[in-house]
């Protein structure tokens, strides 16, 4: 059997397990591993610490008193998800140095794997996260062949009175394995076909809620790349079942440049926005044996599209 063959076998699995699990077969407790996930390289780059992880604003009564340029360097990096207490729980934990001295970063938030993708659940936490742990909580990741890649945010966002806004330049992509070591580099196929966005499948329904009727979702993806070079196709439709008048999609076919070195990748478009052009498309993230996984650089949009090769 030729390896296109055993690929596309391999996608209609995928395929068939996300539809399973939009049906109510439950989501992937744990992460599917007991183990925990080190850093190893961050936007292409390896490494298992950063120098310059974040600069700070410190606020006393509102008013900036004090500014640290890179005043903050990671010196590790360790997720894991526990599964010890009554929910299973996803813990990052960052031991950084900030101003010289040494601190341990934390947070603890009930999470599971839906399709390769990081669910949280906020509706048990209780308080709010200090400026730290809002910092190294990743905004959304994926799970896939023992890799973790997550998006990292690059600002805490906490309105404090008094207290450190902490922020990087850009968010980055954090790819994390057991090791620490970066995992093994996998060819791009010349196409993917998205499987699951934001862990759902590509197509799925809504139930009825009070004040909001059922809704239907269809989102498809597709990357057909030729060494540097590709083309994007992504389309997204919601259908209200009670109004159809409602009903709204988008649509955009790009060019593209791929850039991939080791696991991690990036995918953008050499258009910028015009009237011909309304979006330029920009997205990263990492391949991991016959799994993409692309964060969308554009419209706050972080939640990771999971595709595999054909």
């Keep these: 059997m030729s390896p296109a063959h055993v690929r596309r076998l391999r996608l209609r699995a995928l395929l068939a397990t996300a539809a399973a699990l939009a049906a109510g077969c439950g989501t992937e407790p744990g992460g599917g591993s007991a183990g925990a996930y080190h850093l190893a390289a961050m936007d292409g780059l390896r490494g298992t ?17 004090r500014t640290g340029d890179c005043a903050v360097a990671l010196r590790s990096l360790e997720v894991r998800f526990d599964s010890a207490g009554p929910l299973p729980t996803l813990v990052a934990t960052a031991r950084v140095v900030q101003d010289g001295e040494a601190a341990i970063w934390e947070i603890a938030v009930p999470a599971t794997i839906r399709n390769h993708t990081i669910q949280y659940d906020f509706s048990t936490v209780t308080g709010p996260m200090t400026e730290q742990q809002a910092f190294v909580l990743p905004r959304a990741g994926t799970l896939t062949d023992g890799v973790l890649t997550l998006r990292m945010t690059n600002f805490s966002a906490t309105p404090q009175s008094d207290g450190f806004d902490y922020w990087r330049s850009h968010p980055s992509v954090f790819i994390l394995t057991p090791s620490g070591q970066p995992p093994r580099l996998a060819r791009l196929a ?28 269809h989102t498809s993806f597709t990357l057909s790349s030729a060494g540097d070079t590709g083309t994007v196709r992504y389309e997204s439709r919601v259908r209200w079942h009670t109004d159809t008048a409602l009903a709204g999609s988008y649509e955009s076919r790009v060019s593209v440049l791929v850039d991939h070195p080791g696991a991690y990748v990036r995918v953008v478009s050499p258009d910028t926005p015009s009237v011909y052009v309304p979006r330029a498309f920009e997205a990263e993230g990492s391949v991991v044996g016959d799994v993409l996984t692309l964060f969308i650089n554009s419209g706050g949009y972080t939640s990771p599209i999971v595709a595999g090769a054909e």
Excluded: K, M, N, W
């Design 49 to 65: 610490s950063l120098s310059c992880f974040a600069s700070y604003i410190q606020y006393a009564g509102g008013t900036s008193v």
């Design 190 to 217: 010349r196409r993917y076909t998205g499987f699951a966005f934001d862990g759902q499948p590509t197509d799925y329904c809504t139930e009825d809620a009070p004040g909001l009727p059922s809704r239907c979702f």
